[in-house]
């Protein structure tokens, strides 16, 4: 389309009408004028477009960020409450496990599958423990940014999801919004906006 216009441009060809002091002067009629116009008009909507669809994949990447970051943080109390079983085995608890598994079996013919279970748990527990880890350098991370802004709210907004995603006791929106003297409106806002820049330590640009 870009190549096409540049065509289109170079086939209007102006008349030179005198030369001054070296200078060309070239005279362009009224329809050539209307044509470039249009050409430019063209080439303007498309870039407008362009860059529109641009903004639009931006947003929707961010929003994608933020809708994984509050499901991660909702899973976190479950995560953490397997603390212990995701700790990384001894060899005499692979041992145990092993045991415990062929203790139901009718002969040995099913070992290889059951150590394929067991290693299958530890790589969900290493996995568990990434993401625990993760989210609670976020969240850290997140805080300290709050306790050096100038925004008033800032350390509300972490207080606020912090007591909604990782704090021990649970608290619902309406506890929250009370405890803070605010709307559950203005709970519900803190914490989507909270997620937005969490989204970044925990995800990425």
Same mark, same amino acid.
């Given at each position: 389309?870009?190549? =096409?216009?540049?065509?289109? +441009?170079? #086939? ?7 030369? *001054? ?6 005279? &362009?009629?009224?329809?050539? +004028?209307?044509?470039? @116009? ?21 947003? =929707? ?10 499901? *991660? +943080? ?22 145990? $496990? ?6 139901? +079996? ?7 599958? =059951? ?22 350098? @976020? ?10 802004? $100038? $925004? ?21 929106? #309406? =506890? ?19 997620? $937005?820049?969490?989204? &970044?330590?925990?995800?990425? &640009?």
């Amino acid at each position: 389309m870009e190549r =096409q216009s540049e065509q289109e +441009l170079l #086939a209007i060809v102006p008349v030179e009408t005198e030369s *001054l002091e070296g200078n060309r002067i070239y005279q &362009v009629t009224g329809r050539e +004028l209307t044509q470039i @116009a249009e050409i430019s008009a063209r080439e303007a909507v498309k870039m407008c477009r362009e860059e529109r669809k641009k903004t639009e994949k931006r947003e =929707q990447s961010n929003a994608d960020k933020v809708k994984r970051t509050k499901k *991660l +943080l909702s899973d976190y109390r479950r995560l953490k409450r397997e603390i212990p079983e995701n700790e990384e085995f001894t060899e005499g608890e692979k041992v145990e $496990k092993r045991w415990a598994f062929l203790r139901d +079996l009718m002969g040995s013919a099913h070992i290889n599958s =059951q150590e394929s279970v067991v290693e299958k748990e530890e790589k969900r527990r290493a996995e568990n423990m990434y993401y625990i880890n993760r989210i609670e350098r @976020a969240i850290e991370t997140y805080r300290e940014e709050c306790e050096t802004s $100038k $925004k008033p709210e800032a350390m509300r907004c972490y207080r606020e999801v912090y007591e909604y995603y990782i704090a021990e006791e649970e608290k619902t929106v #309406a =506890q929250i919004a009370s405890e803070e003297c605010v709307s559950e409106k203005t709970v519900y806002k803190d914490i989507g906006n909270a997620c $937005k820049i969490i989204a &970044v330590y925990l995800l990425g &640009v």
